[in-house]
């Protein structure tokens, strides 16, 4: 499935974008526009390319063919120093919080923020984390390592650090992983949440349907590098394509099956731990030069 696009058609714009690594396709002539102050939910089976296309939008890869476009600026091909100043449009969580270990709540907040500029003005600072950390649930939290905090505490304070220099886009990766259903959900209503007050854009990159199905007001599935499908939530869930169906329903194919159905498989030959010792201890060392 390709689709035309033109560079002013999203706040990301994605055109003709291929990458290979040592010759393996991992993205094929790949469109995609995102539409501002909207989510859009990146979907597919793992390795089909979607978080290599999120890497994209940031230019934290860049296209072997391709254009990649913010706001109508072409970015990928620009210096690193340049795409500093792009990046502070942006906010990323990744797939499991990447926290620093040695760094308190409040550490990790400001960090980002003293990448970008020096700061002067701490009670300033103070409110600021103080703030970020409340739309996240986790005011009272700053003088604590990520060690002492749970999975889902720590993937909230990883949203407040996506949040500190107040980004027009925020790209999830896997948000919910890792999490039970509870937590995920909570992290669900986080992303709710941010996308109303901050009026973001979000792109998220899941294997979680029902997650899928909340936040999204676009979904767009991958397939072996290509786009297999793209619309809203029923139009996913409605997809006559088999293997959107697969997926969504979290059904194996007949063809993956089919290795592991063979049955009366029975190996002549039979390991066991004993068979794996020197069968002369003493020849062996003198071999080793031991």
């Known amino acids: 499935m390709h689709k035309d696009v033109h560079k002013d058609d999203g706040i990301i714009v994605v055109q003709n ?11 094929d002539n790949v469109s995609l526009a995102v539409e501002p102050g909207k989510t859009t939910v990146i979907i597919g089976k793992s390795g089909c390319g979607k ?9 934290l890869e860049r296209p072997t063919e391709g254009q990649v476009f913010f706001k109508g600026q072409r970015i990928d091909h620009q ?20 926290l620093f270990d040695s ?10 923020i003293q990448q970008k500029q020096k700061i002067t003005d701490w009670n300033k600072m103070d409110e600021l984390v103080k703030q ?43 948000p919910t992983t890792g999490l039970d259903p509870v937590r ?8 709710l949440k941010l996308q109303e007050a901050l009026k973001v854009t979000s792109v998220v990159v899941t294997h979680d349907m029902k997650s899928a199905y909340k936040i999204a007001d676009r979904i767009v599935m991958f397939h072996e590098g290509r786009i297999l499908a793209d ?12 293997i959107v169906q697969e997926f969504i329903n979290g059904q194996v194919s007949e063809s993956e099956l089919a290795p592991i159905r063979m049955g009366g498989t029975r190996f002549e030959t039979q390991f066991h731990p004993e068979d794996f010792k020197p069968s002369n201890p003493k020849k062996q060392g003198q071999a080793t030069g031991s």
Do not use: W
Request: one cysteine or more; proline letters at 4%.
């Open 103 to 112: 760094l308190t709540v409040y550490e990790n907040i400001t960090f980002p």
């Open 17 to 27: 974008v291929t990458k290979q690594y040592s010759g393996r396709t991992v993205l």
């Open 132 to 174: 970020k950390l409340a739309m996240v649930g986790m005011d009272g939290f700053q003088f604590y390592f990520p060690a002492s905090l749970s999975g889902g505490q720590q993937k909230r304070v990883a949203l407040a650090r996506a949040i500190a220099l107040n980004p027009e886009v925020i790209l999830y990766d896997e």
């Open 51 to 59: 978080t290599v296309m999120m890497k994209h939008m940031i230019v």
């Open 184 to 191: 995920s959900d909570i992290i669900n209503e986080l992303i």
């Open 231 to 242: 619309g809203d939530a029923d139009y996913i869930r409605n997809h006559p394509n088999p």
């Open 79 to 98: 210096h690193e120093r340049d795409l500093a100043e792009v990046r502070r449009h942006y906010g990323f969580c990744f797939q499991m919080g990447a």
